[in-house]
């Protein structure tokens, strides 16, 4: 039985684009696009196009992983101005998907043994230090992979997201700032955490591994 993993699929917009009519692309460069030509995918590249051009987004590019091969399929512009088509390497800002992937590393290596969920994080980041003393003690890799606790920090979300002006000293010297709310609470912090976590885990990069 093959199962199939679609990947998120990735939207660009700059304000002012328009879809044009009638200029799909189907060039995919080093990987295949024949898994669209099949009888179960082969309506829908033209239903993602109608969408697109319904809600003004000139472009996305579709992944599809199965059986370990990846299909990908262009659709629309990067930039309609110019009717440059969208590519299978256009480069995309994916924001908060790096939390799938985040997450997908964490649970890799819980998996393999080499990563506790219920660990307290601070067993992998001991310079982990919250106002709140007890919590920093009892914080697990699964309160962090659920929001549970409800961590935000502005000015590290701010350095670490937006400007890429974050240093590990910077980090830990504001932690210690991060308000609490001691319930679910979406933000980055969880997650910047847990990068960190996968890097003195596996010695590595967060983008290395």
Known sequence: MHKNWIVPLIVWCSTGCTHQENKTTTEVGAVSDSLFRE????????????????????????????????????????????????????????????????????????????????????????????QDTALTRTITVRDLLAHRKGLKHWPITLGEAYTGQMTEDRFYRLLPEATISGDFGYSNLHYTLLGRVIEAVTGTTWKEY
């Open 39 to 130: 009888v179960a995918f082969h309506d829908l590249p033209a239903q993602w196009d109608s969408v697109l051009r319904r809600v003004h987004v000139p472009g996305m590019v579709v992944g599809v992983v199965r059986g370990g091969e990846l299909y990908v399929l262009p659709i629309g512009f990067r930039d309609a101005a110019l009717s440059r088509p969208m590519t299978s390497t256009t480069p995309f800002y994916i924001a908060s998907v790096t939390k799938v992937f985040t997450a997908q590393a964490v649970l890799q290596l819980a998996e393999l043994g080499d990563l506790d969920l219920d660990a307290p994080v601070k067993k992998y980041l001991p310079r982990l230090q919250l």
